[in-house]
């Protein structure tokens, strides 16, 4: 990012002084206001020259020296980023209201039906009525309890493929864990498996829908400069418009192809069509003339790519940062087997009723989570009205960012040793992912909690933990467990940059292997 921005910044300096005149009366309009402290902007491009290829650090960093709420200038739109849980606190809790709205960015206009999903549509009747749809009936519980056959058939055909694949050396595990993701979701949101086995006229191939989530949490997390720079957006300088707008005419061409299939089944049946996946729920709402608002074909469509795309790659990227952390710390690896042992046996899986049996299992995945959250900044959120902190202001029309990222290594919350895997901390400690304990915060917090965030850790938790009991796992002959590269790629979601290999060796009877 830093590369790209240089490669444009004397274009942009040379229209500086015809803009500044405008720039120092739009800065006047917020003179009296006290904002929190800051970088001083350049002209133009305000503080975007601070900002690395990794964003979360770069701000971090910036935070550091600036505070816990820190004011910055991306292009014209003014910024703040809270790094603290009393910071956190003030955006996703006591002021939820005053920051529930987002900016309407490129990415949700060309990746988003126009901004018709739920991560990205605008405060409003169309947002809260598909947030209680969403957890009326998508996430609700009944729902997730009817479905859970489809998660344990999935899961023992993963266990399945990596115990043929184990006598052949090392497995690339987050191409196993994104289809298990898949699979599982393809089955509860859309009623079969649409890419990949046994799926007959799929628009895509099982790599090409891979490079698509990929290119999709990649784009939802760029900082593309036509949004904070407006008059050069035509440009698109950096090239993202123009892979959004690819990207979007690719899901959407898989998308209709689902939809159309769906639509087919509820005519063919007519009286007697009962639904059976999310999409045919979402179908049978949007035909509900008591909707507040109406839920056009492009809203169906938002909503299921937030389904799909987002139970994803958000569980393959939080299991494959746990297999990492585990195969550094073979203590903690040891610890946890040994949990499973005494607790599962040798005769069965884990299911996901022995979960809250596995204090242990529980406590890998919340530090996981506190040091490789999926989304290290939270979706961006813009403030509807004026707000004060007591010390600050914060004015209408602020874009505001929290780096949960910086608040899982504060040493004021978590210690000396914040930058350590260290499991034990939250055995016993009740700290919790839903949204109502700040200092730990992968799902979000407020009313844009994500709302399916119960899917997503029942999916992290029972999988880790079939993997750690039905696997002996090693890294690689000649791979140190403290060389193995931490490396993060940016996007939405934060993965590894280079993908874990390691070996797996089988440690339960064979049967248990044998698949749905």
Request: hydrophobic share 45%; with cysteine.
């Amino acid at each position: 990012m830093e590369m790209e921005l240089v490669s444009f910044l004397g274009v942009m300096l040379a229209t500086a002084l015809l803009v500044v005149t405008a720039l120092r009366r739009k800065r006047g309009s917020t003179r009296n206001h006290k904002l929190p402290p800051g970088p001083r902007p350049w002209p133009v491009i305000g503080n975007l020259n601070l900002i690395g290829s990794l964003p979360h650090r770069s701000i971090h960093a910036l935070s550091a020296r600036y505070g816990p709420f820190m004011s910055l200038r991306f292009g014209s739109v003014p910024v703040v980023v809270g790094s603290s849980v009393d910071a956190a606190r003030f955006f996703l809790k006591t002021n939820d209201a005053s920051f529930i709205d987002r900016p309407k960015m490129a990415s949700g206009k060309h990746t988003a039906y126009d901004y018709s999903d739920i991560v990205w549509s605008p405060y409003g009747a169309y947002w809260r009525q598909a947030r209680k749809l969403w957890k009326a009936h998508l996430f609700s519980d009944r729902h997730l309890r009817s479905q859970e056959h489809v998660r344990s058939e999935e899961l023992r055909a993963l266990l399945r493929d990596l115990r043929a694949l184990s006598s052949a050396g090392v497995v690339a595990l987050k191409e196993h864990l994104l289809m298990l993701s898949l699979n599982v979701i393809s089955r509860m949101a859309l009623g079969g498996k649409y890419v990949g086995e046994g799926t007959a006229g799929s628009p895509i191939s099982p790599a090409e829908f891979r490079w698509m989530v990929d290119e999709l949490f990649l784009l939802n997390g760029v900082f593309c400069v036509g949004d904070f720079i407006p008059w050069l957006s035509w440009l698109d300088l950096q090239g993202y418009v123009g892979r959004m707008k690819r990207l979007g005419k690719m899901f959407d061409r898989f998308l209709e192809h689902v939809v159309d299939e769906h639509s087919q089944r509820r005519r063919r049946e007519g009286d007697k069509f009962v639904a059976a996946d999310m999409v045919d729920l979402l179908l049978e709402l949007a035909d509900d003339p008591k909707l507040e608002v109406p839920i056009k074909r492009d809203g169906v469509k938002g909503f299921a790519l937030d389904l799909i795309a987002g139970a994803t790659d958000s569980s393959a990227v939080t299991i494959e940062w746990a297999m990492s952390e585990l195969l550094r710390k073979p203590e903690v690896l040891a610890k946890a087997t040994e949990e499973l042992d005494s607790v599962i046996g040798h005769g069965r899986l884990v299911t996901e009723q022995d979960i809250p049996n596995l204090p242990y299992l529980e406590a890998i995945v919340k530090e996981t989570m506190r040091l490789h959250p999926v989304t290290p900044l939270l979706a961006p959120r813009l403030s509807r009205e004026d707000a004060s902190t007591g010390s600050y202001d914060i004015p209408a029309g602020t874009l505001v960012f929290v780096n949960v990222w910086a608040i899982g290594r504060d040493p004021a919350v978590w210690g000396g040793d914040a930058e350590e895997f260290r499991p034990e901390r939250f055995v016993g400690s009740g700290v919790d992912v839903k949204g109502q304990d700040l200092e730990l915060l992968p799902f979000g917090s407020g009313r844009r909690m994500c709302p399916g965030y119960v899917l997503g850790l029942k999916m992290v938790q029972v999988t880790l933990a079939n993997l750690l009991h039905a696997f002996a796992w090693r890294l690689p002959d000649g791979v140190a467990p403290e060389k193995l590269s931490m490396q993060e790629k940016f996007g939405l979601a934060v993965p590894r940059l280079v993908p874990l290999e390691a070996v797996a060796v089988p440690r339960l009877l064979a049967h248990l292997y044998a698949g749905p």
